[in-house]
C-alpha cells in the first residue's frame, strides 16, 4: 500500500455556466478562469473559457442561458488554495461598449457530486459620482485589473463594489484518491477503506 | 368463435346505423303512432334471442341468452320465452305468441284511428319488393357458391333480421305495456288479416293457432312495411323458407329463377341497419341515466327525514356549482349502481367537499428553478438562545437551565417617618415602636424560655420542678434551675456521681449561675426601662393632643396592673434577695480564699526575696568596694511590694448592694405589673375640626401615592400598582410577583417611589431583600419587614415635620429633632414551587448551605472582582476560601489553572505572555514540524523565502521529498556569514556580492510585506476623469489623417505574461543607419607621418566620395571601399546581422529577429524582470583577403577569404528593452579608443579647435529601433509605499508637486521621493550633497580643473552598472547613498549622477541633477559647458523650471542622508596585478574554449608588447594615443597583419569580460596562420574601482 499509494490527489470538475440573472441587462457573455494554489496543476481540460452571447429569453424569467461547459481535471498535493473558479460577465452599454456586468467567485465544491452554486455578481463602484458619470459616458466602467482579484481577500478593502444579478452554475465532482491521502470531504462511504466486516465473513 | 360474433354485432350495428337513415322516412310512413311510442321502451332482449336463433342457431343461443339477461331492465314478461328450449321454431312460436297480442290490439288500435293509413301503406310497398329482388338472388347464390362469405351473409341476415326485430321487439313492447286484449275477442285487424292472408298450413295448437295466424300476419304486415325481411329468412332457415313458401308468395318463384341467371354475380345491397335495432343495441349496452330529479325519498333510507346540517348550525362549506341536470344523472346512476346509498348525506344530496376553489385569483411567485423556490422558501430552524448575562451567568455549565422561580409578595408599606408626619405622627410612630419592641421582648422571652426549659429538662434529670414563676422572664427561672442543680450536686446522696465531677459541675454552675444573674439583671433593667419609655412617650403624646386640640393618630395605650400577691411577691423578693446575697458571700468568700492563698504566696516569696536582698546587699557591699559602679544596679521592677493581706468581706455591704441594685432594676414586691396594650381605638379628629394647617398637611398626605419598583440584579422586573398613601402613613399592595430567573440572583430590590399629585415621581429609597435561603418556599416564608430609610431632605409648609430637617416638639424649640423618611416594607420572598412540588431553584443553591454566601463563592468575580481573576494568588486563595469542589468538572479548568499556578509557590512570572495556551492549538509540536519535510517545505514557502517562494506542487509524502531541496537553502543560510572566493576573483567583490545579497533579500522581504498593501488603482481600472486637453486631443484624432505621411509608430495592444512559452516573444531590433563609422587605413603606409594635420588632410580626402581611388591602394587588391560594416545583434547567444553596407555612413534599415527565452521557461512579471542578458549590437567591417596563393591563377579564379574586424559595439541591457517597451534612438557606438588600423573619418569641419563642435561628432552613431513582439505588460510600476521618515507636510508637499507635473507633462517623469536601500521613502534633494572626491584624483592634476573634473567623471563612470531592477527584482528604484554606492560598487544612473553630482558640488561647480528616461548612460551634466541638447538649464527662469521649493514652502534645510565625508582606502595594487594575472589566464583559456576546431596559438612577443601599452593608455584615458601606438606596433611587428583593440570596462565580475570579449568576434579568425594576443591591464583606483583593459589581437603573418 505505501508504496503504491498516489502522491496526488486528483480533482475532475465538469459542469456548466449555465445561465445568469441580470435583471437590468442583455446580451451579455461570460468568461470563467480558475483561481487555484502553488500545490495545484490543471492536468487535462480548459481553465479559462469564453461564452457566446446570449440574450434575454422571452418568458418571464428573463433568463439568460449560456449553458457553457466547464471540464477541467485538476491534480494537486495539498487542498490548500483549492481552486475557486472566477467569473465575468460582460455586456453591451448604452452606447455599445463592451462593460463588464459582474465579476463573482465561487470554489469547486469540495464533496464529490453534483452542485449547484448561485454566485451573486457585483462590479466594482467608481470613487465618485463626476467619475461615475464620465465612466458611464466614456462607457469605461471601472473594471478589476485582474478578474482573479475578486478569489483573493487581500487588498479588496479598497474597493466599492454594488451588486449585480447571480449567475447560476452547475458543477459535478469527481474526486480521486483524497481519501487515501487522507482528506475526507464527501459523506461517509464505504468504498475507500477496506471494510473490516464483510470481506472477513466471506473468507471464513 | 366469439370475438367474431362480437365482431359481428358491431358490424350489425353499424348496419343499422345506416339503416337506420335510409329507412326513416319510410318508417315515419309505416310505423303506426303506437309503434313509435313503444319504441322508446325498446327493450334489447326480444330481439337478441331473434339473432342468435337464426344466425347461430345451434351452439351461440345460450351466451346470446346470458348478453341479454345483463341488459334486461325489469322486463319480467320476457322470462317466459327465454326459458323455452332452444329450438329456433319454438322460441319463434312463443315469442310470435306473445307478439300476437300485442300485434292484434296495434292491428285494432291502428283500424280504428288510421284506416287510411294503412291503406295508403300498401302503395309504396310493391316499389321497394322489387328493389329488393336482386339481392335476394345475390344471397342465395351466396348461400350456394360463396360458404367463404358467410360473415357477410350473416350480417346481411342479421341486418334483416335486426330489422324485423325492431318490428317484433315494437310488438313484444306493446304487449307489455297494455293489457292484452282477451283472446277471444277478434278485432278488425284479426279480421283484416284473416281475409288478406294465407294462413300456414301448419298444424299448430288450436290455442295457438289465432297466434300463429296472427304472427303470419304481423309477418305479411311487415312485408308489406319493410319488405327486405322475408327473403332473409328465406336465406337462412329452411324453416323460415317453408314458411316463406307456405307464406305462398310469387316472388320466391321469381327468386329461384333469378338466381340461376345471375350465379356468380353478387350484387348487395347498401348494408343498413335502422335507427330502432341500434337503438335498441345502445339500449343493451348503455344505460342512460335520466335527467329528471330524484325523489329524496329514494336516496334515504327508508323513513328518514331529510336533515340538513346548516340548519342544525353545522358548517357545511360551500358546495362546489354544478348544474342541476349533471346532478341528477349522478345521482341517478348511484341510485341504479350502488343501491347503498352511501354516497348520499342525510340531506338527501350527494355527499361533497366543500369548493377548493379561491374566490379570488392569486399568482405563485414566479422562480426560475423549482430548487430555487425552496431554497427561497424554506425555513431555518434556528434554536431560540437565551441570552447569559456575562458575569452573572450560572456557574456550573453542565446543568441545564431550569426556569427558577421566585416569588415576591409585597404586602404593604409603612412609614416609621414620613415628611407628612405631624409631631403627634412622630411620636405615635415611637410609641408604636418602643410597642413592637416590647412585645418584641415578650415574644422571645416567652419562646426562649420555653427552649431553655426543654433542655434544662433534657440534661439535668435530677433538676426537680420548674420553678415556673409569675415572673414573665425567664431568666430568674433559669437561675432558679441552676441554683437547685447547685444544691442537687452538694448532696452526695442523691448524686452518684463521683465527688470531684460533682465538685466540678458545681462549679460550673456556680460561675453560669453568676452569668446568669447578671444577664438578669440587664435584662430586667432594660425591660423596666422599656415600659418606662412606653409610658413616657404616651404622656408627651396626650399633652400634645391636647396642646393641638386634635388627633391625628387613633393610637391609645392602655395600661394593665396585673395585681400580684403582696405577701407572696414580698416573700419571694425577700428570699431572691437572700439566695443572691448568699450566693455573693458564697462568691466572695471563694474570692477571699483565692486572695488569701494569693497573699500567702506572695508573702512567702516577698520573704524570699527579701532574704535575697538582704544577702545581696551584702554582697554588694562588698562588691561597691571592689566595683562602685555596679553597685548603682537594682532592678527596681523587682522589688515586690509587700503584699496585703485581704480583706474579709461583709454580710451588711452585700446585703446593700444587692438591695440598691433589686430597687433599682426589678420590680418592688406588690407593685403591680404593669402591661401596656396599644390599640387603634382612639378617634381622629375629624377634618373640619383641624387647623389649617394640618388640613393642609391631611391633604397634601391624600395627594401622595406610592408604588414599588421590584429590581432584579439591577434590572427592573415589575412594578406594583400605585397605590395612595393612607392617612395612617400605611400603603397597601398585596400583590404577588411571580420572576422566573435565568441568572444568578445577585441582588433583589425594591425602589420605593412617590409620587406626588401629578408632578413627578421620586425615588425615596431601595429595599434590598434578602434572596431567601432554600428551604424557603412559597406558602412558607414569613412575612418580613424590611426597613428602609431615605436621605431626602424636605421642608413642608403646613403642619408636617419634613424629612431631614430639625423639629421640635418643646415650644421654645429646644430639643430638636432630625428625623428621615423610614418605613418599612413588609414582603415576604420566597422559591416557588413547580407543578410537580419541586421547588424552582438554582441547583447550586441546594448543595450549598446558605444562598447568599454560596452565591459570593461559587462567583469567584463577584467575590474578588474582576481584577482579582488575573491574579493567581488571588484567585487561589478565593478558591480555597471557597472550597470548590475539585471533582466538578465545571470547576476542572479553575483548578488546573490554580494548581499549575500554585504548584511552585514562589515561581510568579514577571513578564506577560502572549497567547498562554497556544500550545494546546498547536497542531503538531514544532520539533515534528520541523522533522517533516512537507510542512518544513510549506512553511518555508510560505516565508517567501526565495527559493521555495515559487516551487510548485509539494509533495504528498515526506519520502517524495529530496533531500536536496533543502540543501542549497542550508548553505546559503550557513554560507550568510562567510565570504566564497571562488566565484569572485578578487575578495572585495565577494565581500561586496555579499553585502548585495543580503540587502537585495531585506529588500525583497520588505516589499513582499509592502505588496500586500493594495491601493484603489491595484485592484481597479478606471479611467481618469478627462481633462480639457485630453477631449480636446480625442477630437484632434478625430480629424486625423488616416494614413499620415509620416507614420508614427502606435502602441501596440500588450500581452500578460501568462500564456506565454519559448518563442512565443522575440526582439526584433532594426537597425536603421549608422554614422561616422571608422574607415581603415591603408596599412601599407607604413611610413606614414603621424602627424594629425597629415592625417586629418588624408582622411578628408577619403572621405569625399568623389575619390574613392585615393584609398584604394595597392593593399587592398580587391578594391575595396573604405569600410564595409554591418551590424550583428547578439542576445542569449543567438546571432543576427544584417547586410553589409559600404561607406562610413551606411544604411540598412533592416529588422532583425531574434528570439527570446525566459529562464527556467518562466514568463512571469517578476521573472522577465530579472533578466540580466544584454543585447549586444556589433559593428564589424568586413574585409575581403585575397588568399590566392598563386597568381596565375588569379585570372580563372577568385579565391578570397572573409575577415571581419570589430569595430565597435552598443550594449543594451534586456530590463530597459523590457521596460520601456521599445528603444528608439541614436547611440553612440562604443568604439575602443585604439582601433588598429581603422580611423575616424571627419566629414564635418576639419577645423580642430571648435571643441563644441568636435564633440557632436566625436565618435560613431548608430540609430536603432528596438522592441518586444508581442509587447509585455512591463511589471508593476514603482509605487512608492514604504515607510518613510520626512515630515507629513513634506510629503504632502510633494505628492501635490507631482501630481501637477504629472497634469501637465504626464510622460515625463518626476521625482520626488525616493526609496532608499532600507526601504524608506527619502526626500530626494537629502542625496545631494558635496562630497569629496578621492584625493589621489584631485592631486593628479592639481591645477588643471578641467582635467580633475574628467578624471572625476572617469572615475565614476568606472563603478559598474548595475540597474536596480536586476538587483532588486522587478521591486523599485531604490537609491543608495554615494557611500553605500562606492561600498557596493555597483548601482544604476541615480547613483552614479548623485555620486558625480556631489563630487562637482564639491568641486566648486554648480551641479544640478538632470533626470531622464535613456538606455543607462552617464551624463556629464557639467552644465558650465557641456550642455545637453536642446535644454536650458537656467532654473532662474520660473517659466522654464518648476521649483519644488517656493514662497509658500520654504526650503526647510534638510539634513543630507549622506555621509559628511568618503572615506576612501586605497585598492590594494597587488590584489589588482593578481587579479590582472587570473582574468588574463580566463580569457585564454575561454578563447581557446570558443575554437575547438582550430589550433590557438599565442604569440608572446605581441602579447607583451601590449600589455606594455596598455597603462599608456589608461593614462591617457584612451585618447590620443592611437597614433603612437600604431606606429609602435608596425615598429615591432612588421611583418603581421594585425587587427585588434583595446576594450576597456569597469570591473564588476569575469563574466562580463568574457561576454564582452565573445562579442568581439576576435576569435572567429578561421585563417589557418592566425596567432592570438591578448593582454589585461587593471589599473586600480581608490575604494576598489578598478579600470580593466583587455587587448585582444588577431595576427595574421604577411606572407
Same mark, same amino acid.
Given at each position: 500500500m505505501a508504496a503504491a499509494g498516489p502522491s496526488v490527489f486528483l480533482l475532475m470538475v465538469n459542469g456548466q455556466v449555465e445561465s445568469a440573472q441580470f435583471p437590468e441587462y442583455d446580451d451579455l457573455y461570460c468568461k470563467y478562469c480558475f483561481v487555484y494554489g502553488q500545490d495545484w496543476a490543471p492536468t487535462a481540460g480548459l481553465e479559462e473559457g469564453i461564452s457566446q452571447i446570449t440574450s434575454k429569453s422571452q418568458d418571464a424569467r428573463r433568463a439568460l442561458v449560456w449553458n457553457f461547459p466547464i471540464d477541467v481535471t485538476f491534480k494537486s498535493t495539498n487542498p490548500y488554495g483549492w481552486p475557486q473558479i472566477v467569473l465575468s460577465v460582460y455586456g453591451p452599454d448604452m452606447f455599445g461598449n463592451d462593460v463588464v456586468r459582474g465579476y463573482g467567485a465561487v470554489h469547486v465544491p469540495f464533496s464529490p457530486g453534483r ?57 459535478n465532482v469527481v474526486t480521486k484518491d483524497m481519501r487515501k491521502l487522507g482528506y475526507d470531504t464527501g459523506p461517509p462511504d464505504t468504498q475507500g477503506v477496506s471494510g473490516p466486516s464483510t470481506p472477513q465473513g466471506l473468507s471464513r | 368463435m366469439k370475438p367474431k360474433e362480437e365482431k359481428v354485432k358491431i358490424i350489425t ?35 337478441? =334471442? ?111 333480421? %335486426? ?76 324453416m323460415d323458407e317453408e314458411e316463406l313458401l307456405d307464406g305462398g308468395d310469387t316472388e320466391h318463384l321469381l327468386l329461384g329463377l333469378d338466381h340461376a341467371a345471375e350465379d356468380f354475380v353478387a350484387v348487395r345491397p347498401a348494408e343498413y341497419e335502422s335507427v330502432h335495432i341500434r337503438l335498441q343495441m345502445e339500449k343493451e349496452l348503455l344505460f342512460i341515466p335520466s335527467t329528471l330529479t330524484v325523489p329524496t325519498y329514494k336516496k334515504l333510507p327508508e323513513n ?70 425552496k431554497a427561497e422558501l424554506e425555513t431555518l430552524y434556528k434554536k431560540a438562545v437565551k441570552y447569559i448575562h456575562r458575569s452573572q451567568h450560572l456557574i456550573g455549565s453542565g446543568d441545564p437551565p431550569g426556569h427558577f422561580q421566585l416569588d415576591i409578595d409585597i404586602l404593604g408599606l409603612i412609614f416609621t417617618h414620613h415628611p407628612c408626619f405631624s409631631r403627634e405622627h412622630v411620636l405615635a410612630a415611637k410609641l408604636a415602636q418602643l410597642y413592637d419592641q416590647y412585645l418584641a421582648r415578650r415574644q422571645r422571652h416567652k419562646a426562649q424560655f420555653l427552649t431553655d426549659k426543654k433542655q434544662q429538662l433534657s440534661v439535668k434529670i435530677h433538676f426537680s420542678e420548674s420553678m415556673e414563676t409569675a415572673g414573665c422572664l425567664h431568666i430568674p427561672s433559669q437561675l432558679q434551675a441552676l441554683r437547685n442543680a447547685v444544691q442537687m450536686g452538694l448532696n452526695p446522696a442523691k448524686t452518684p456521681k463521683s465527688l470531684e465531677t460533682t465538685q466540678k459541675t458545681i462549679n460550673e454552675y456556680k460561675s453560669e449561675i453568676r452569668q446568669t444573674r447578671k444577664l438578669r439583671d440587664a435584662e430586667q433593667e432594660k425591660d423596666r426601662t422599656l415600659l418606662k419609655t412606653i409610658i413616657k412617650v404616651w404622656k408627651e403624646m396626650k399633652s400634645l393632643r391636647e396642646f393641638q386640640r386634635f388627633t391625628n393618630t387613633p393610637l391609645k395605650l392602655v395600661l394593665r396592673k396585673e395585681k400580684v400577691d403582696q405577701k407572696a411577691d414580698e416573700e419571694a423578693y425577700e428570699a431572691e434577695i437572700q439566695a443572691e446575697i448568699s450566693e455573693l458571700l458564697e462568691e466572695h468568700m471563694e474570692e477571699y ?88 381605638? %382612639? ?50 399592595? %398585596? ?44 406558602g412558607r416564608a414569613p412575612t418580613e419587614e424590611v426597613e428602609f430609610s431615605s436621605n431626602q431632605h424636605v421642608t413642608l409648609d403646613h403642619e408636617g415635620v419634613g424629612s431631614g430637617v430639625p423639629f421640635s416638639f418643646e415650644a421654645d424649640g429646644s430639643n ?76 476542572a479548568p479553575l483548578m488546573q489553572l490554580i494548581s499549575v499556578a500554585t504548584s511552585g509557590e514562589s515561581y510568579i512570572p514577571d513578564f506577560f505572555r502572549l497567547e498562554q495556551l497556544q500550545q494546546e492549538f498547536n497542531f503538531v509540536s514544532d520539533e515534528e514540524l520541523n522533522r517533516s519535510k512537507r510542512f518544513r517545505l510549506l512553511g518555508l514557502r510560505s516565508q517567501g523565502v526565495p527559493e521555495f517562494r515559487n516551487y510548485k506542487q509539494i509533495p504528498m509524502y515526506d519520502r517524495e521529498i529530496m533531500e536536496k531541496v533543502f540543501q542549497d537553502y542550508e548553505k546559503r543560510l550557513r554560507d550568510r556569514n562567510v565570504i566564497e572566493t571562488k566565484d569572485h576573483i578578487d575578495t572585495h567583490r565577494a565581500i561586496v556580492a555579499k553585502y548585495l545579497q543580503q540587502v537585495r533579500e531585506s529588500v525583497i522581504n520588505r516589499f513582499l510585506i509592502a505588496k500586500h498593501h493594495f491601493l484603489l488603482s491595484d485592484l481597479v481600472v478606471e479611467e481618469e476623469v478627462p481633462n480639457i486637453s485630453i477631449l480636446g486631443l480625442s477630437l484632434f484624432k478625430l480629424a486625423e489623417q488616416k494614413r499620415p505621411l509620416r507614420p508614427r509608430r502606435k502602441g501596440r495592444k500588450k500581452v500578460t505574461a501568462q500564456n506565454l512559452s519559448d518563442g512565443d516573444i522575440k526582439l526584433l531590433v532594426n537597425v536603421i543607419r549608422a554614422y561616422d563609422i571608422p574607415v581603415r587605413k591603408p596599412t601599407t603606409s607604413k ?36 569600410v564595409r560594416p554591418f551590424v550583428e545583434v547578439s542576445f542569449q547567444r543567438t546571432i543576427c546581422h544584417t547586410t553589409t553596407a559600404e561607406g562610413p555612413n551606411p544604411s540598412w534599415n533592416e529588422e532583425l529577429e531574434l528570439p527570446f527565452r525566459a529562464p527556467n521557461g518562466d514568463y512571469s512579471t517578476t521573472s522577465l524582470q530579472s533578466v540580466k542578458d544584454d543585447v549586444f549590437i556589433n559593428i564589424f567591417d568586413e574585409v575581403l583577403y585575397d588568399v590566392l596563393e598563386d597568381d596565375r591563377e588569379r585570372g580563372s579564379g577568385i579565391h578570397t577569404r572573409i575577415e571581419r574586424h570589430w569595430l565597435g559595439c552598443v550594449k543594451i541591457p534586456f530590463s530597459t528593452i523590457y521596460f520601456q517597451a521599445r528603444i528608439d534612438g541614436t547611440f553612440k557606438i562604443n568604439i575602443p579608443p585604439v582601433l588598429l588600423g581603422y580611423s575616424k573619418e571627419r566629414s564635418v569641419i576639419i577645423e580642430r579647435g571648435f571643441d563644441a563642435v568636435r564633440s ?62 532600507? %526601504? ?10 558635496p562630497l569629496n572626491p578621492p584625493q589621489e584624483l584631485l592631486n593628479t592634476h592639481p591645477n588643471n580643473p578641467q582635467a580633475t573634473a574628467e578624471l572625476v567623471a572617469r572615475y565614476v563612470s568606472l563603478i559598474p552598472f548595475l540597474p536596480d ?51 543607462? =548612460? ?134 562580463p569580460l568574457i561576454e564582452a570579449v565573445y562579442s568581439t568576434g576576435v576569435h572567429n579568425t578561421d585563417a589557418p596562420n592566425v596567432e592570438f594576443a591578448l593582454a589585461v591591464y587593471i589599473h586600480p583606483y581608490p575604494k576598489n574601482v578598478l579600470s580593466v583593459w583587455i587587448y585582444v589581437a588577431s595576427l595574421i603573418r604577411n606572407r
Open positions: 452542485h449547484k452554486k448561485t454566485i451573486p455578481m457585483f462590479v466594482p463602484e467608481s470613487v465618485s459620482k463626476l467619475q461615475k458619470f464620465t465612466s458611464w459616458f466614456m462607457g469605461r466602467r471601472p473594471e478589476y485589473t485582474d478578474p482573479k482579484v475578486v478569489a483573493q481577500g487581500e487588498g479588496r478593502e479598497v474597493t466599492r463594489v454594488r451588486s449585480q444579478g447571480f449567475v447560476t452554475l452547475l458543477f | 350495428e353499424e348496419f343499422i346505423e345506416d339503416r337506420e337513415d335510409a329507412d326513416k322516412g319510410r318508417q315515419k310512413k309505416t310505423v303506426k303512432v303506437a309503434r313509435q311510442k313503444g319504441k322508446k321502451q325498446l327493450s334489447a332482449a326480444g330481439p337478441k =334471442e331473434m339473432v342468435s336463433e337464426k344466425s347461430h342457431p345451434d351452439d351461440q343461443q345460450e351466451p346470446v341468452q346470458e348478453g341479454s339477461d345483463t341488459h334486461l331492465l325489469g322486463m319480467t314478461s320476457r322470462r317466459g320465452p327465454r326459458s323455452l328450449p332452444p329450438i329456433p321454431s319454438a322460441s319463434r312460436t312463443g315469442f310470435a305468441e306473445f307478439s300476437m297480442r300485442e300485434r292484434m290490439r296495434e292491428k285494432l288500435q291502428a283500424a280504428r284511428s288510421k284506416a287510411e293509413s294503412a291503406l295508403l301503406q300498401e302503395i309504396p310497398t310493391p316499389r321497394p319488393r322489387r328493389l329488393r329482388r336482386p339481392s335476394e338472388k345475390e344471397l342465395e347464390t351466396e348461400f350456394g357458391t360463396e360458404p367463404g362469405r358467410e360473415v357477410q351473409r350473416t350480417q346481411q341476415e342479421d341486418d334483416s333480421q %335486426g330489422f324485423s326485430r325492431v318490428k317484433f321487439h315494437d310488438s313484444a313492447r306493446k304487449i307489455k305495456s297494455k293489457p292484452p286484449v282477451p283472446p277471444g275477442f277478434p278485432s278488425a285487424e284479426e279480421a283484416y288479416n284473416f281475409f288478406t292472408f294465407n294462413f300456414d298450413p301448419e298444424p299448430e295448437e288450436s290455442e295457438e293457432k289465432p297466434k300463429a295466424k296472427s304472427r303470419h300476419g304481423t309477418n305479411q304486415e311487415e312485408e308489406e312495411g319493410e319488405e327486405e325481411e322475408p327473403p332473409m329468412q328465406e336465406g337462412v332457415n329452411k328518514v327525514q331529510p336533515r340538513y346540517p346548516e340548519d342544525e348550525g353545522l358548517y357545511i362549506g360551500a358546495r362546489l356549482e354544478v348544474p342541476r341536470t349533471n346532478q341528477n344523472i349522478m345521482e341517478n346512476r348511484l341510485l341504479v349502481q350502488e343501491p347503498g346509498r352511501r354516497w348520499f348525506g342525510d340531506d338527501g344530496r350527494i355527499l361533497a367537499l366543500p369548493n377548493p376553489i379561491k374566490p379570488f385569483p392569486s399568482r405563485p411567485p414566479m422562480l426560475t428553478q423549482e430548487q430555487d423556490i480564699e483565692q486572695k488569701i492563698e494569693e497573699y500567702r504566696r506572695a508573702q512567702q516569696q516577698w520573704k524570699a526575696w527579701k532574704k535575697a536582698q538582704r544577702a545581696k546587699k551584702k554582697k554588694n557591699k562588698q562588691a561597691v568596694e571592689e566595683h562602685p559602679d555596679e553597685m548603682k544596679e537594682p532592678d527596681p521592677g523587682e522589688e515586690p511590694v509587700k503584699p496585703v493581706p485581704p480583706e474579709p468581706t461583709d454580710r451588711a455591704v452585700i446585703e446593700q448592694q444587692v438591695r440598691e441594685r433589686a430597687a433599682q432594676s426589678r420590680r418592688r414586691p406588690g407593685e403591680p405589673t404593669l402591661v401596656p396594650e396599644l390599640s387603634l381605638a %382612639g378617634n381622629v379628629t375629624p377634618n373640619d375640626q383641624c387647623p389649617r394647617v394640618e388640613v393642609l398637611r391631611r391633604e397634601d398626605v391624600k395627594r401622595r401615592s406610592l408604588y414599588l419598583k421590584v429590581t432584579f440584579n439591577n434590572k427592573e422586573v415589575s412594578r406594583t400598582d400605585s397605590r395612595p398613601l393612607g392617612a395612617d402613613f400605611r400603603v397597601h399592595f %398585596g400583590q404577588i410577583f411571580n420572576l422566573k430567573i435565568f441568572n444568578w440572583p445577585e441582588s433583589l430590590t425594591l425602589q420605593v417611589y412617590e409620587t406626588v399629585g401629578h408632578s413627578g415621581t421620586t425615588l425615596l429609597a431601595e429595599v434590598f431583600l434578602p434572596i431567601p435561603e432554600t428551604t424557603v418556599v412559597s430638636q429633632l432630625i428625623l428621615m423618611t423610614s418605613g418599612k416594607v413588609s414582603n415576604s420572598v420566597a422559591w416557588a414551587i413547580g407543578e410537580n412540588g419541586i421547588p424552582l431553584i438554582p441547583p447550586l443553591s441546594q448543595q450549598n448551605i446558605g444562598f447568599r454566601s454560596a452565591l459570593k463563592r461559587a462567583d469567584a468575580i463577584s467575590s474578588i472582582g474582576t481584577s482579582g481573576l488575573t491574579d493567581m494568588k488571588k484567585l487561589a486563595k478565593w478558591a480555597a476560601e471557597s472550597k470548590l469542589d475539585p471533582n466538578d468538572p465545571s470547576n611610413f606614414q607621418q603621424p602627424s594629425r594635420s597629415s592625417r586629418t588632410f588624408s582622411e578628408k580626402h577619403a572621405a569625399s566620395p568623389t575619390t574613392p581611388s585615393a584609398t584604394h591602394s595597392a593593399d587592398y587588391p580587391l578594391g575595396q571601399v573604405l557632436l561628432s566625436e565618435g560613431s552613431y548608430i540609430t536603432l529601433f528596438i522592441t518586444l513582439e508581442p509587447q509585455l505588460v512591463p511589471g508593476e510600476s514603482v509605487r512608492e509605499k514604504f515607510d518613510s521618515q520626512e515630515d507629513e507636510k513634506l510629503l504632502q508637499a510633494t505628492e501635490k508637486f507631482q501630481a501637477e507635473c504629472a497634469l501637465k507633462f504626464p510622460n515625463r517623469q518626476c521625482l520626488t521621493r525616493v526609496v532608499d536601500i532600507s %526601504g524608506k521613502t527619502v526626500f530626494i534633494t537629502r542625496y545631494l550633497k531592477t536586476v538587483s532588486f527584482a522587478g521591486i523599485c528604484d531604490l537609491w543608495s547613498t554615494s557611500d553605500q554606492f562606492l561600498d557596493l560598487l555597483a548601482g544604476d544612473e541615480e547613483e552614479h549622477a548623485v555620486l558625480l553630482c556631489n563630487y562637482f558640488l564639491s568641486l566648486g561647480k554648480k551641479a544640478w541633477l538632470v533626470m531622464g528616461n535613456a538606455i543607462p =548612460e552617464i551624463w556629464f551634466n557639467i552644465q558650465q559647458y557641456d550642455s545637453p541638447l536642446r535644454m536650458n538649464f537656467d532654473v532662474t527662469k520660473p517659466k522654464l523650471w518648476k521649483s519644488f521649493f517656493s514662497r509658500r514652502l520654504p526650503y526647510p534645510g534638510l539634513s543630507s542622508v549622506q555621509p559628511e565625508e568618503l572615506i576612501y582606502q586605497r585598492t590594494d595594487k597587488v590584489a589588482a596585478a593578481e587579479l590582472q594575472d587570473r582574468i588574463e589566464k580566463i580569457l585564454k583559456e575561454k578563447i581557446m574554449d570558443w575554437r575547438p576546431r582550430h589550433l590557438t596559438r599565442w604569440n608572446r612577443y605581441c602579447t607583451s608588447t601590449l600589455r606594455h601599452f596598455l597603462p599608456l593608455l589608461e593614462r591617457n584615458h584612451g585618447e590620443d594615443v592611437e597614433d603612437d601606438h600604431r606606429a609602435e606596433l608596425l615598429k615591432q611587428l612588421g611583418d603581421y597583419r594585425f587587427s585588434g583593440f583595446p576594450l576597456h570596462m569597469p570591473y564588476s565580475e569575469v563574466k
